[in-house]
């Protein structure tokens, strides 16, 4: 029987070097260790960013109820 531990080693194996450095941030945010370092996003050129971005849209939920046209509107940010 496979361990949920080996399950996520082996997972964490197929990750890119760009992958590991967001999964070791947030596992020493988790563990109360904040990093110094430059997040990836300041130090990423705007192709990257833009893939990085993409990337993160891709995982948003497609099911979610889109906001209407009368809640976008100017006129509901003002109190009348």
Same mark, same amino acid.
């Given at each position: 029987?496979?361990?949920?531990?080996?399950?996520?080693?082996?997972?964490?194996?197929?990750?890119?070097?760009?992958?590991?450095?967001?999964?070791?941030?947030? !596992?020493?945010?988790?563990?109360?260790?904040?990093?110094?370092?430059?997040?990836?996003?300041?130090?990423?050129?705007?192709?990257?960013?833009? $893939?990085?971005? $993409?990337?993160?849209?891709?995982?948003?939920?497609?099911?979610?109820?889109?906001?209407?046209?009368?809640?976008?509107?100017?006129?509901? !940010?003002?109190?009348?």
């Amino acid at each position: 029987m496979v361990t949920r531990r080996e399950t996520l080693k082996n997972e964490i194996d197929k990750l890119s070097e760009e992958q590991l450095e967001v999964v070791a941030a947030f !596992i020493n945010y988790q563990l109360g260790r904040v990093s110094v370092s430059t997040p990836i996003w300041q130090k990423a050129t705007p192709t990257e960013r833009a $893939r990085y971005f $993409r990337e993160w849209v891709s995982q948003l939920p497609k099911n979610s109820p889109s906001l209407s046209i009368e809640v976008m509107s100017r006129d509901s !940010i003002y109190e009348e």
